[in-house]
């Protein structure tokens, strides 16, 4: 351990002596490792849309069943959104990639990491979907029941819309939450690595610094800053004034 | 945030008919039957696997264990405690700043709240655990955890405490006005307080976001819960059913203060006030 530290001194104490500054600049980090931020930005982008796909996916369906008038269904389902809107995301990429083997069940690294990014907010998008129902006053139901309307009609031409549309910006948080989430891959060997995943990674093969984390999360920032804005354009746009 | 009181699932349907009665029958007896088949298959590839084994489950019946477990939730708490008070303080700085009369302070706060709400929590950790030390910033262990999740979670306490004195009508202040009182005491005596109440149930959604966070202690080499489960996994040899019972304990903690959240927001619930 102590010669370790004494190692990393001295590497960085060549470095400051080459770069005057501990820390690489924007243009020495970017020709050296561009390509690299490149593919990293895409694969965190490509985790953020696949697992919020699969994530509304399941949501939907789980809040199907959660309305159901079927009692197994609903308490089946209420305990998947609670398992995994409480589980801790590292606790279940940990489980995923290192107990799931006993079970003789082996998944790589990229379908447990993109497992768990998809579970977790799959419950969140349950909850926000069955919050967005909840501000339907009942009275329309009643009225839609008393013009005639079949429960298909009702679901679809009453709940639906307004659900839909009063979590606009619920689905727009989930997203960004989902790309946050898209993070833990940086705790398993990815190749090519996440947005987090390329600090460390350029930090134990170069002294990236404080400029390789900067990068990163201008990244996200600015991912997170336009899907927000977005998201609230459309919000205003659809959004149900009542 | 909130969460499904079953209001609307209650009218959906009208009161079922004899036919309909036993078609929900039949879906019932269906549904479980698929649920236990289901189930019976988990447990059936613990058997296959052997992880039924009393060599992997009877360490749970010693004492020391749990106590050892229980160490580590402490340590757990610890964090979880510490990130959640100085998220609080940040947050509120950042939520006066942003709804301050000051342009360039309200630009700044939103800049902040902006920042750490769209960067993952990892990165600040990796922050505090790989760069802090190049400029020769050496914090224990306690902290490289706690700051980080900390301060990814200001920005939302932020937003958070903002929507709840938002939320407070402007006859509130108005009237306090009227009574001779100051800017700064109409809102710290008369906004914040009514505020705060009706946001207490999202503060707990975060607190339990927090918590989740603090599981990333194993980077920076913290002994909290999931590092003692490992510890436990190399004692005794027993992977699964130790990372199984850990991952029970954390859904069991949040799932509390879930339902905690959910009773407050029901008995804090103001006819006319709505929190965005």
């Known amino acids: ?242 | 945030m909130s969460t499904a009181n079953s209001s609307i699932r209650d009218v959906l349907y009208e009161p079922p008919g004899p036919k309909t009665r036993r078609r929900i029958g039949i879906a019932t007896a269906v549904s479980i039957v698929v649920l236990v088949v289901l189930a019976a298959k988990v447990v059936r590839q613990f058997y296959i696997a052997g992880q039924l084994g009393p060599k992997y489950w009877s360490l749970f019946a010693r004492y020391t264990t749990w106590r050892f477990l229980g160490r580590g939730l402490a340590g757990t708490m610890e964090v979880a405690v510490a990130a959640s008070a100085v998220a609080f303080a940040a947050g509120l700085l950042l939520m006066l700043g942003r709804i301050s009369r000051y342009k360039i302070l309200r630009g700044f706060s939103t800049a902040l709240i902006e920042i750490t709400r769209g960067i993952p929590t990892l990165l600040f950790i990796y922050f505090f655990f790989l760069l802090a030390p190049q400029f020769g910033l050496k914090l224990p262990a306690f902290w490289k955890i706690t700051l980080p999740v900390a301060i990814s979670a200001a920005g939302v306490v932020a937003e958070v405490l903002r929507s709840g004195v938002n939320a407070v009508p402007k006859g509130q202040a108005e009237a306090a006005v009227s009574l001779g009182m100051r800017g700064g005491s109409v809102f710290f005596k008369i906004v914040f307080p009514q505020g705060f109440r009706y946001v207490v149930p999202a503060l707990i959604s975060e607190i339990v976001i927090v918590l989740k966070d603090t599981t990333f202690a194993y980077v920076v080499n913290y002994s909290d819960l999931m590092q003692n489960a490992k510890v436990l996994i190399s004692n005794y040899d027993a992977l699964l059913s130790v990372y199984l019972v850990t991952a029970v304990i954390y859904i069991l903690i949040n799932y509390l203060l879930h339902k905690l959240s959910v009773r407050i927001a029901g008995r804090n619930r103001i006819p006319g006030i709505t929190i965005e």
Request: aromatic share 10%; proline share 4%; hydrophobic share 50%.
């Open chain 1, 1 to 242: 351990m102590k010669y370790a530290c004494l190692l990393g001194r001295t590497i960085r104490e060549a470095f400051v002596k080459e770069y005057g500054t501990c820390s690489m600049s924007i243009y020495a980090l970017l020709t050296q490792f561009g390509d690299r931020y490149l593919s990293a930005l895409f694969t965190t982008y490509k985790l953020t849309a696949a697992a919020f796909a699969l994530a509304v996916v399941i949501g939907v369906a789980v809040t199907v069943m959660r309305i159901a008038p079927v009692k197994p269904l609903r308490m089946a389902a209420e305990f998947y959104v609670q398992v995994f809107r409480n589980i801790p995301g590292a606790a279940l990429l940990i489980f995923l990639v290192y107990a799931l083997p006993y079970l003789d069940i082996v998944l790589s690294y990229y379908v447990c990491v993109l497992t768990a990014i998809t579970l977790i907010p799959s419950a969140f998008c349950s909850e926000y979907l069955m919050a967005g129902m909840n501000t339907i006053d009942p009275g329309q139901i009643e009225a839609a029941r008393s013009l005639g309307m079949t429960f298909a009609q009702l679901v679809r031409n009453v709940v639906l819309p307004q659900a839909v549309r009063s979590s606009v910006l619920q689905m727009t948080n989930l997203l960004v939450a989902t790309m946050l989430t898209t993070a833990l891959a940086s705790q398993v060997p990815l190749n090519p690595t996440d947005l987090t995943g390329i600090v460390s990674y350029i930090n134990t093969h170069a002294v990236g610094g404080v400029t390789a984390f900067l990068i990163s999360a201008v990244l996200y920032c600015v991912t997170a800053v336009v899907i927000g804005q977005v998201g609230s354009l459309i919000d205003r746009k659809v959004r149900v004034l009542r």
